[in-house]
């Protein structure tokens, strides 16, 4: 089966740096996108990664790992803002979307 | 500029009353997609259409269907609302059906059956 994995919840301090893992198993792969969604909103696209390594953007960065079925978001200069869940998603070899269950995310002053 | 509209933002409907939710978009793309989301859960995908060709997927309820009448309008009809179907109905739109085409959301519409 497909499968995508990321922790319920974090909690990380305003200023600080976070990290969101997510690990994925899935038919084929397309690329990995993380998603921003606020309670009650839609999720907002944040990044995309098709190929190993680095993408820097603003505060945000994803990183992927093909071999090792992994991802992460980094999330730098924490602000309350950045509250919100965290949503890691595959597109698999049927360019189909399979999603986590979101990481939630709360900012403490 | 809203991209992606979805109305109503909130429904209420009774137990078993039929409901529509409708969807627009203004980027002209060429796939739309419903999605299902309950509290704390993955959006899970009902329904897509690439242009006119419509995809159900395998485990979406007989109590769900769709229409897209135009390349920019589609709605989501729930023929019978059961208590299980109170969630936030998604819709997106993407340029094509994948590659690096990511997926818009609109607002979504709250669904509350009472």
């Known amino acids: 089966g497909q499968n995508i994995d990321q922790p319920t919840e974090m909690t990380a301090t305003e200023g600080a740096i976070v990290q969101i893992n997510c690990t994925y198993q899935t038919s084929g792969f397309n690329g990995l996108f993380w998603y921003q969604q606020h309670a009650g909103e839609a999720p907002t696209f944040l990044s995309y990664n098709v190929l190993d390594g680095l993408e820097e953007k603003g505060r945000f960065s994803s990183f992927l790992s093909r071999s090792k079925g992994y991802s992460y978001l980094l999330l730098k200069e924490l602000q309350m803002k950045d509250s919100a869940s965290y949503l890691c998603?595959?597109?698999?070899?049927?360019?189909?979307?399979?999603w986590g269950a979101g990481t939630k995310l709360i900012i403490k002053p | 500029d809203a991209m992606v509209i979805q109305n109503p933002r909130y429904q209420v409907t009774q137990f078993g009353k039929p409901v529509t939710l409708s969807c627009s978009q203004t980027?002209?793309?060429?796939?739309m997609y419903w999605y299902q989301q309950k509290s704390s859960q993955a959006p899970k995908l009902l329904f897509h259409?690439?242009?006119?060709?419509?995809?159900n997927e395998a485990d979406t309820p007989d109590n769900f269907q769709s229409r897209r009448p135009n390349t920019s309008f589609c709605f989501l009809d729930i023929r019978s609302p059961g208590l299980g179907d109170a969630a936030m109905y998604l819709c997106?739109?993407?340029?094509?059906?994948?590659?690096?085409?990511?997926?818009?959301f609109g607002p979504g519409t709250r669904l509350t059956v009472l």
């Open positions: 998603a595959v597109m698999d070899s049927n360019y189909q979307l399979i």
């Open positions: 997106a739109t993407s340029r094509e059906a994948g590659g690096t085409d990511t997926q818009y």
């Open positions: 980027l002209n793309h060429n796939v």
């Open positions: 259409y690439y242009d006119k060709d419509f995809n």
